[in-house]
């Protein structure tokens, strides 16, 4: 029980310091767009309303939903290799469906109501026994393209 809660410590500091890094001066670039109010049906969305997964990750569909200074918001369905983002912290909300994924060292499985949080620099992915799978992904500072760093 102690190393459970040392652990969710752990991520939880990690993630806190990531936000708070955000926040140190950075190079200037184009503000986002303001946030417009809006609600969607996350339960709606089908693979068919997503665009086109990228190629380096030909089984995940992403579809941004927010895009804001210091982080994104997206749906997200399906699965990606083993990777770490070496520049990003990601949480993630499991909406639908089931399925057994990677962080670090050890497997834990997917379900409805999941929260996953995934400080830069952690191995993260690489799904088993998939289910349908749908879950919200929220990166902060936004992920840079380039930024995905597959793992054995």
Excluded: C
């Excluded at 939903?65 to 983002?85: I, S, Y």
């Excluded at 929260?115 to 690489?126: E, K, N, Q, S, Y």
């Amino acid at each position: 029980m102690k190393q459970h809660v040392r652990t969710v410590a752990i991520a939880v500091m990690s993630f806190a310091i990531g936000a708070a890094v955000t926040h140190l001066p950075q190079a200037a670039r184009a503000a986002a767009a303001p946030l417009i109010a809006g609600t969607y049906d996350l339960s709606a969305l089908t693979p068919d309303m997503m665009p086109k997964p990228f190629p380096v990750l030909p089984n995940l569909l992403s579809k941004t939903m927010v895009v804001d200074d210091g982080m994104t918001l997206a749906a997200v369905m399906g699965t990606a290799a083993k990777h770490q983002h070496y520049n990003v912290d990601e949480i993630q909300i499991v909406l639908e469906g089931t399925g057994t994924q990677w962080l670090g060292d050890k497997q834990f499985a997917m379900k409805p109501g999941t929260l996953v949080i995934i400080p830069r620099g952690t191995t993260h992915g690489g799904l088993v026994d998939l289910g349908h799978l749908k879950f919200i992904a929220i990166k902060t500072p936004p992920q840079d393209p380039s930024d995905i760093h597959f793992v054995p």
